[in-house]
Each structure stands twice: as structure tokens, then as C-alpha cells.
């Protein structure tokens, strides 16, 4: 599961992790006893409007610019995101 | 000055008299802010310039016979997962121990528009995700009603600001409880408006489909005054509603005779003692001030904590998956390729609840679990927003308590993450439903510690909450 999450853990990690986990999933196992057979899933909380509703006019806006957008960065270089090498030659 | 028992209403008719000025009492508010901050940690920033700046605008227009606003001069803080453009947004977060954001949040905006003070930003539950504040990267913040308990979480640094008096007013964010429950625990007034209620643009993304951004305050009536500032359609959120917002100052009139309460039984079953007593004396208050008490079913509550979790750490898993060590500030110092990079800074920058979280959301979106618990949880919480409606059909409003037990010792429960989730049960069953709810004081513990009474209400029916909630606190219901 670390690894499909991009997690680097410990061993020490792993261990804890595995108890706390197990603990959680099997609460988590308690939703199987709920008859939902007459519910949709709820994927909006509160929707009553057109799907068109919330959307804005295309209007542009000024962007960033990229001295901004970069200035986070831990490694830039020539208005790009730098990462490590990921095709070797 | 005594800025730690002012309210919104005391400042500006201050700065009218000319008492003080803005820029005086900003000065006043960080010197006193900075002093108190090695007892209880709840601040992790200053923003001396941007408050000093705005305090000298206030100013100005003042002298000018101009209204500065609903807030001009407010001393606030903000929590610290709400971008202030500039100013360090930490989110608790060793990954973001150097993140300055380019954007202020709406909120933020709205805020400083209405002439609201930005003076600091507070401690925080890493990513919003905990209930102690002890998963914060920069330490634990500190109750300032006992200094070796919890403020609660992940709003912690907020609720104390405005419980030691350095903050008027403060912002914070609710997933599952993250306003009420600090503010049951520091003794002061926390709101969770209705989703979509407040812009979250400039909010960092913890589960959006729960996400909310509220107030703190020492009165209902300043809590309500920000809520008016704040609130509102915002075209950079798309889930914001497009609703119009009442002046909710404007129904605190007392007039809450022959209003009917609902009382959730499951909400009461498994209380300490000090908190059942508190919540039945507030109870008593609020039928000796006319409303009508009936007992209600919530009967979806006991699957409440299990929806939740697994809803909140799918979206979160998603939603954190941005911090990789390309974008964000923290990187790894040694990788040996892209996915390395990306594992090793994960690694090394998040703590240990949001790796947990992480892992959970990633296991229930896997092909093969989704179905069973991601989609089956979302079944679920449309049966518990159901129930909300169903009981609203019958009461106006409905009265639990916030948390089973008051603020507890710092290292009590950091060691049993299900212990910390199932304390959660009372407040994310209105994050589920989406509904406006709130924590007002209801008096102290033997040992001195605050409880809240929270008030939950229908979708955009905030004035009726605050109406309520003003009416108890003015009759008397902080007391015991």
C-alpha cells in the first residue's frame, strides 16, 4: 500500500502501521451491515442547480507568470520545475 | 488596553472615540500575542507588516469620516492551512516548513476588505488531519485552560488564540470536526457554516467534499459578524453557493420562544459524567427560555465514524498526492530517480497520522476495494444526511454535545489512532450531511475545563443558530 501511495516508511513504520491499520479496516467492515440498496451514492453534497450553475464566464485572467509560480520550487532552472533524471540514455 | 476581554463591538466604538488607534492596537495585539506564545504555541507565523499595513489603512479612513468596515481593526488570526499571499502557510506541515503562497484565499481577502487585521497564523493539525493538535510538525499547541491538556484539533492554534484573548476573532477549517471541537475544548465560540456556505478557494485541500472554512469568537455575536464578512458566492470556488447571505447580526433578537429542539439520542449514550450534567443543565436553560425539547433518532450515527474515515482519507490521499518534492519547497536531499525522489520526500515530509490517512484513502480507492468501501461508504452518507432531514421535518434545530469528554492530556491518546477517530462521532455526522453547526460554551468541569453545547441547524440556516445560540449565551449558558 506504501508503495501504490508513493511512501517510503521504515520498518519500524511498517510495523505500527500494519496494527493501526488492520484495527481501522475491520471498524471500517462495519458499513457492510448498512442496507443501502435504496441509496445512490452521495457524490455532491449540496446540488440542486443546473450542471451549468457554478460555472464562471471565460473571461482570462492574468496568470502567475512563471517567477511566481516557481518560487516555491525546490529545484528550477530556465522558467521549468527541475526532477531528477527520468530516461537514462 | 485590555484586548483580551474586548469584542468586535468594543474596538470599533474605541477606534471611533478615538481611544486608540488601529495601528495601537495592532501593536498591542502582536506585542501581547508574542509574549503569550511560548506558553501555548498556537501561533507558528507573524504577519507584523501585512497587520501594521492594514491597521495604518483603517486608520486613514477613519480620519477621513469613512466606515472601514465590519472588522476595520479586528485583530484576527488565521489558521494555517489558508493561504495568506506572502506570508509562510505551513498547513503544520514539515513538506510546507517554507511554502509562501503567491494568492491570498477569499476568505482572506474578504476579511482584510471588510478591514479585518491579519496578525498571525496558527497552529494546526498537520494538513487539518487530527483531533489534538499534536500532529503538528512545529509541536503541540498548549489549552490555555490547563497547559498540559490538548486545545483539540486540528483547529488548536485558532481556539487558543481567541481563548487567550491575543485574537478577537479567528478563521479556521472543519473536516470533521476541526472547528467545534477546539473550540468545546478552549471555551469559545466555533462555527462550521453549511458546505459551500464560505469560499474554500485558498483553503488547503484535505477532503473536499467535507472541507469547510469557519469562525472562532468569544462571543456568538463576533463569530456571527465574521461569518457575514466571509460568506458568499465566490466564481473561484465552484462549489460555492450561490445563496444569498443575511446580515445574521441582525437576528440576534432573543426571540427563540416556542422554537423546537430536537435532542438525538444517540448523541448521549456514552458521555462522561461532567459533560451529560453540563449538556442536561444546558438543556434546562434553553426550555426555561422557551423552547420546545423533543427527543429525536439519528439512527445512522453508529456507522457515522466508519463513513467518514473512509470517505476523508480517499479524498485525502488524493488530494495530497501533489506533494512529491517537484512543486512544493521540501525535497529529499538524494534520490536516485523520479519515483525515488517522489517516495523519499514523502517519506521524510509527512508525519504520521498523514501517512496513515494516506495509506487508508489509498486501500479504499484500490481496484478491487472501491466498491466495497469507497461507493458503499457514499451510500451510507446519503442514509445519514437523511436521517438529518427526516428529524428536520420535525424540530428547528437540534442541541448534542460537541465531544464525550472535555480537553484531554496531551500524549493521552496519540498512541491509539481509532481511540482519537471514534472521539469524533458527534461532530462529522454534520459534516456528512453538510449542515451549519456550532459549539457554545456550556459551562466548566471541576477541574476547570470547558465544555460546548453544539447546535446543528438546517442547510443556510445559520441565523437561526446564531438566534439560538446568542440567546442561551446571553441567558447565562457559559456558566454552570
Same mark, same amino acid.
Given at each position: 500500500?506504501?508503495?501504490?501511495?508513493?511512501?517510503?516508511?521504515?520498518?519500524?513504520?511498517?510495523?505500527?502501521?500494519?496494527?493501526?491499520?488492520?484495527?481501522?479496516?475491520?471498524?471500517?467492515?462495519?458499513?457492510?451491515?448498512?442496507?443501502?440498496?435504496?441509496?445512490?451514492?452521495?457524490?455532491?453534497?449540496?446540488?440542486?442547480?443546473?450542471?451549468?450553475?457554478?460555472?464562471?464566464?471565460?473571461?482570462?485572467?492574468?496568470?502567475?507568470?512563471?517567477?511566481?509560480?516557481?518560487?516555491?520550487?525546490?529545484?528550477?532552472?530556465?522558467?521549468?520545475?527541475?526532477?531528477?533524471?527520468?530516461?537514462?540514455? | 488596553?485590555?484586548?483580551?476581554?474586548?469584542?468586535? $463591538? %468594543?474596538?470599533?466604538? #474605541?477606534?471611533?472615540?478615538?481611544?486608540?488607534? &488601529? *495601528?495601537?492596537?495592532? /501593536? @498591542?495585539?502582536?506585542?501581547?500575542?508574542?509574549?503569550?506564545?511560548?506558553?501555548?504555541?498556537?501561533?507558528?507565523?507573524?504577519?507584523?507588516?501585512?497587520?501594521?499595513?492594514?491597521?495604518?489603512?483603517?486608520?486613514?479612513?477613519?480620519?477621513?469620516?469613512?466606515?472601514?468596515?465590519?472588522?476595520?481593526?479586528?485583530?484576527?488570526?488565521?489558521?494555517?492551512?489558508?493561504?495568506?499571499?506572502?506570508?509562510?502557510?505551513?498547513?503544520?506541515?514539515?513538506?510546507?516548513?517554507?511554502?509562501?503562497?503567491?494568492?491570498?484565499?477569499?476568505?482572506?481577502?474578504?476579511?482584510?476588505?471588510?478591514?479585518?487585521?491579519?496578525?498571525?497564523?496558527?497552529?494546526?493539525?498537520?494538513?487539518?488531519?487530527?483531533?489534538?493538535?499534536?500532529?503538528?510538525?512545529?509541536?503541540?499547541?498548549?489549552?490555555?485552560?490547563?497547559? $498540559? %491538556?490538548?486545545?483539540? #484539533?486540528?483547529?488548536?492554534?485558532?481556539?487558543? &488564540? *481567541?481563548?487567550?484573548? /491575543? @485574537?478577537?476573532?479567528?478563521?479556521?477549517?472543519?473536516?470533521?470536526?476541526?472547528?467545534?471541537?477546539?473550540?468545546?475544548?478552549?471555551?469559545?465560540?466555533?462555527?462550521?457554516?453549511?458546505?459551500?456556505?464560505?469560499?474554500?478557494?485558498?483553503?488547503?485541500?484535505?477532503?473536499?467534499?467535507?472541507?469547510?472554512?469557519?469562525?472562532?469568537?468569544?462571543?456568538?455575536?463576533?463569530?456571527?459578524?465574521?461569518?457575514?464578512?466571509?460568506?458568499?458566492?465566490?466564481?473561484?470556488?465552484?462549489?460555492?453557493?450561490?445563496?444569498?447571505?443575511?446580515?445574521?447580526?441582525?437576528?440576534?433578537?432573543?426571540?427563540?420562544?416556542?422554537?423546537?429542539?430536537?435532542?438525538?439520542?444517540?448523541?448521549?449514550?456514552?458521555?462522561?459524567?461532567?459533560?451529560?450534567?453540563?449538556?442536561?443543565?444546558?438543556?434546562?436553560?434553553?426550555?426555561?427560555?422557551?423552547?420546545?425539547?423533543?427527543?429525536?433518532?439519528?439512527? &445512522?450515527?453508529?456507522?457515522?465514524? @466508519?463513513?467518514?474515515?473512509?470517505?476523508?482519507?480517499?479524498?485525502?490521499?488524493?488530494?495530497?498526492?501533489?506533494?512529491?518534492?517537484?512543486?512544493?519547497?521540501?525535497?529529499?536531499?538524494?534520490?536516485?530517480?523520479?519515483?525515488?525522489?517522489?517516495?523519499?520526500?514523502?517519506?521524510?515530509?509527512?508525519?504520521?497520522?498523514?501517512?496513515?490517512?494516506?495509506?487508508?484513502?489509498?486501500?479504499?480507492?484500490?481496484?478491487?476495494?472501491?466498491?466495497?468501501?469507497?461507493?458503499?461508504?457514499?451510500?451510507?452518507?446519503?442514509?445519514?444526511?437523511?436521517?438529518?432531514?427526516?428529524?428536520?421535518?420535525?424540530?428547528?434545530?437540534?442541541?448534542?454535545?460537541?465531544?464525550?469528554?472535555?480537553?484531554?492530556?496531551?500524549?493521552?491518546?496519540?498512541?491509539?489512532?481509532?481511540?482519537?477517530?471514534?472521539?469524533?462521532?458527534?461532530?462529522?455526522?454534520?459534516?456528512?450531511?453538510?449542515?451549519?453547526?456550532?459549539?457554545?460554551?456550556?459551562?466548566?468541569?471541576?477541574?476547570?475545563?470547558?465544555?460546548?453545547?453544539?447546535?446543528?441547524?438546517?442547510?443556510?440556516?445559520?441565523?437561526?443558530?446564531?438566534?439560538?445560540?446568542?440567546?442561551?449565551?446571553?441567558?447565562?449558558?457559559?456558566?454552570?
Amino acid at each position: 500500500m506504501a508503495d501504490l501511495a508513493n511512501l517510503h516508511l521504515t520498518e519500524d513504520e511498517v510495523r505500527k502501521f500494519q496494527a493501526d491499520l488492520d484495527e481501522i479496516l475491520v471498524h471500517f467492515d462495519r458499513l457492510n451491515e448498512v442496507d443501502t440498496s435504496q441509496f445512490d451514492a452521495m457524490a455532491q453534497v449540496l446540488y440542486e442547480a443546473e450542471e451549468t450553475a457554478t460555472l464562471r464566464a471565460d473571461h482570462p485572467r492574468p496568470g502567475l507568470g512563471s517567477e511566481l509560480a516557481l518560487a516555491n520550487a525546490p529545484v528550477a532552472g530556465s522558467g521549468y520545475f527541475k526532477v531528477p533524471e527520468v530516461i537514462k540514455h | 488596553m485590555e484586548i483580551a476581554a474586548f469584542t468586535i $463591538d %468594543r474596538i470599533r466604538d #474605541g477606534l471611533r472615540t478615538r481611544q486608540f488607534s &488601529a *495601528v495601537e492596537l495592532a /501593536t @498591542a495585539a502582536l506585542e501581547f500575542a508574542h509574549a503569550e506564545n511560548p506558553k501555548t504555541n498556537a501561533y507558528l507565523t507573524f504577519s507584523e507588516e501585512r497587520a501594521l499595513a492594514t491597521a495604518r489603512r483603517v486608520d486613514e479612513q477613519l480620519a477621513r469620516g469613512e466606515d472601514p468596515g465590519s472588522l476595520g481593526g479586528i485583530p484576527i488570526a488565521v489558521k494555517d492551512v489558508i493561504v495568506t499571499k506572502g506570508v509562510r502557510t505551513t498547513c503544520g506541515s514539515k513538506l510546507l516548513a517554507n511554502y509562501v503562497p503567491p494568492y491570498d484565499a477569499t476568505a482572506v481577502e474578504r476579511l482584510e476588505a471588510a478591514g479585518g487585521v491579519i496578525i498571525g497564523k496558527t497552529n494546526c493539525d498537520e494538513f487539518a488531519m487530527g483531533s489534538s493538535n499534536e500532529n503538528s510538525a512545529f509541536g503541540p499547541v498548549r489549552n490555555p485552560h490547563a497547559l $498540559d %491538556r490538548v486545545p483539540g #484539533g486540528s483547529s488548536g492554534g485558532s481556539a487558543a &488564540a *481567541v481563548a487567550q484573548g /491575543t @485574537a478577537i476573532v479567528a478563521l479556521g477549517s472543519d473536516t470533521g470536526g476541526s472547528i467545534r471541537q477546539p473550540a468545546s475544548f478552549c471555551g469559545v465560540v466555533g462555527v462550521t457554516p453549511t458546505y459551500g456556505r464560505v469560499s474554500r478557494y485558498g483553503l488547503t485541500a484535505f477532503a473536499s467534499s467535507l472541507d469547510h472554512i469557519g469562525p472562532f469568537g468569544r462571543t456568538v455575536r463576533d463569530a456571527a459578524a465574521v461569518l457575514s464578512a466571509i460568506a458568499g458566492r465566490d466564481p473561484l470556488d465552484s462549489t460555492s453557493a450561490d445563496a444569498p447571505v443575511p446580515d445574521y447580526l441582525t437576528h440576534l433578537d432573543g426571540k427563540v420562544k416556542g422554537l423546537k429542539l430536537g435532542l438525538p439520542r444517540e448523541y448521549l449514550r456514552d458521555l462522561t459524567s461532567e459533560t451529560g450534567d453540563l449538556i442536561a443543565k444546558a438543556i434546562d436553560k434553553l426550555k426555561k427560555l422557551g423552547c420546545e425539547v423533543r427527543d429525536i433518532s439519528l439512527p &445512522a450515527t453508529d456507522y457515522a465514524i @466508519a463513513c467518514y474515515y473512509v470517505i476523508a482519507t480517499a479524498e485525502a490521499s488524493s488530494n495530497l498526492a501533489r506533494y512529491d518534492g517537484v512543486r512544493y519547497t521540501f525535497r529529499t536531499a538524494s534520490s536516485e530517480s523520479l519515483s525515488d525522489m517522489y517516495r523519499k520526500t514523502r517519506g521524510e515530509g509527512f508525519g504520521a497520522e498523514c501517512k496513515r490517512r494516506i495509506m487508508l484513502g489509498t486501500y479504499v480507492l484500490s481496484a478491487g476495494y472501491y466498491d466495497a468501501y469507497y461507493l458503499k461508504a457514499q451510500k451510507v452518507r446519503a442514509l445519514i444526511a437523511r436521517d438529518f432531514t427526516n428529524a428536520f421535518a420535525e424540530v428547528d434545530a437540534m442541541v448534542a454535545p460537541v465531544s464525550p469528554f472535555p480537553a484531554f492530556k496531551i500524549g493521552e491518546k496519540i498512541d491509539d489512532p481509532m481511540a482519537m477517530y471514534l472521539s469524533d462521532i458527534y461532530t462529522i455526522t454534520g459534516d456528512l450531511a453538510g449542515i451549519p453547526c456550532m459549539s457554545v460554551p456550556c459551562g466548566k468541569t471541576a477541574e476547570g475545563l470547558p465544555v460546548g453545547l453544539q447546535i446543528l441547524a438546517k442547510h443556510f440556516d445559520e441565523a437561526r443558530m446564531f438566534r439560538l445560540a446568542d440567546a442561551f449565551e446571553r441567558a447565562g449558558g457559559a456558566q454552570n
